[in-house]
């Protein structure tokens, strides 16, 4: 029996503690975690610098409120600013509360601009959180269903098919923006073409609209760049994130610049926990970390390395459809539902994650190194292979 509301499916095992990319349960048992909380903890479990940065802020100040000046938010925004070339930050406490943000500056932007209905182009397979606006831009009918009526104004469209933003701006005047996710996550670790973002960047500014990016799950360096949209050398208008930057502490941001930068005023949007000194403190000394530890260009290693792995040790298993997914965001797909994979997993000791059914899906923490690498790749793929073979 549990006192807890039934919303996961939850793996039968307790971890006790954890340390780097390890995690042992109640037993004494150890796992490795490719899984890093779904995306979360990047620097790994008990990071010194993170845990020294929470106990002090802890014993000087966790709270005030957003009514009056809070140091390390603004020092975190100044940072996070710099890192993504953006000009402003709204902070919250989750990846779906960072995307709402972005989600009403579309809306006032549309507003301002004088549009009747502002609507936001959104992609198939995206998710981006489970509030009501951030599950209607999602697109995936499970996680919809039952909670209609869904909010209105998102008009979706094919993922990485630009032709069909085009055949939209043809049509749909009432469009102020687009937000997409440069690598879906939970939708199954698709990525756009090389060409796919500045095109979209064109089209966005011939029709006036906002490119917002979704970097709840693909920012903070898991890529092998800080921000996705990096590789491509394109600036969105707002850029939005949250699992990795507070490794384990809630934090969402929302970034903006230009028009974007300045839509909201006092009273538009807010947040009584957004923000605090704890959270903020946290975040700044996980992104410190990231840049002087070169993390996100250890993940585009070591995303390589389990990729080119796994290619060789499953070359010629047919049950896999396709490798996808970029740095240390890594997906597998088979052809047929694959979840008891996770406890087949578990059972061996390690945590990995199955998501869309059927794509394996692998998120270390950027620290791995490389024996650590081998080991994923290594177990991963036997898995794979028995169960292929099963
Ligand atoms: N956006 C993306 C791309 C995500 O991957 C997620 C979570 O998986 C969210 C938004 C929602 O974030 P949160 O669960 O912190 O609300």
């Not at 503690?17 to 620097?43: E, P």
């Not at 990525?191 to 960047?201: E, G, Q």
């Not at 080119?308 to 740095?327: I, P």
């Not at 899906?361 to 024996?371: G, M």
Request: net charge neutral.
């Amino acid at each position: 029996m549990t006192a807890l509301m039934n919303t996961y499916g939850r793996q039968p095992v307790t971890f006790v503690s954890g340390q780097g990319v390890w995690l042992t349960d109640t037993d004494g048992k150890r796992y490795l975690d490719a899984v890093s909380g779904v995306g979360v903890v990047a620097l790994g479990h008990s990071h010194a610098a993170v845990t020294d940065t929470i106990s002090r802020q802890a014993a000087t100040l966790m709270h005030t409120s957003n009514l009056y000046r809070i140091d390390a938010q603004e020092k975190l925004g100044a940072k996070l600013c710099a890192v993504a070339q953006m000009e402003k930050a709204f902070f919250c406490n989750s990846g779906a509360e960072a995307n709402e943000a972005a989600i009403k500056l579309a809306r006032l932007y549309g507003d301002k601009k004088g549009v009747e209905s502002p609507a936001i182009i959104v992609m198939e397979q995206s998710f981006h959180g489970r509030t009501l606006a951030t599950l209607s831009a999602s697109g995936n009918r499970k996680i919809q269903a039952g909670f209609e009526p869904l909010v209105s104004g998102f008009v979706r469209a094919p993922f990485n098919d630009i032709e069909a933003i085009r055949t939209i701006a043809q049509n749909n005047r009432q469009v102020v923006a687009v937000l997409m996710e440069p690598v879906q996550g939970e939708g199954g670790l698709h990525t756009i073409d090389d060409n796919y973002l500045a095109a979209l960047r064109q089209i966005c500014d011939a029709q006036g609209w906002l490119l917002m990016l979704d970097e709840v799950q693909s920012g903070n360096g898991r890529t092998g760049t800080y921000f996705c949209y990096q590789h491509y050398g394109v600036l969105p208008d707002v850029v939005v994130t949250a699992k990795g930057l507070g490794n384990g502490l809630p934090i969402g941001a929302c970034l903006a610049r230009g028009v974007a930068a300045e839509l909201f005023q006092p009273g538009n949007h807010g947040s009584t926990f957004g923000g605090n000194p704890l959270v903020c403190a946290t975040a700044l000394t996980v992104v410190e970390v990231i840049e002087q530890q070169k993390l996100a260009a250890n993940a585009a290693k070591q995303g390589q390395r389990i990729r080119e792995k796994l290619q060789q040790k499953l070359a010629g298993n047919r049950s896999v459809r396709e490798f996808r997914g970029k740095g240390l965001m890594i997906g597998i797909e088979l052809d047929r539902p694959c979840g008891e994979l996770v406890g087949k997993a578990l059972a061996r000791g390690m945590l990995i994650n199955v998501t869309s059914d059927r794509v394996v899906r692998l998120l270390p923490p950027l620290i791995i190194n490389d024996a650590e690498a081998d080991q994923i790749a290594d177990t991963v793929a036997t898995l794979i292979n028995e169960f292929a073979n099963a």
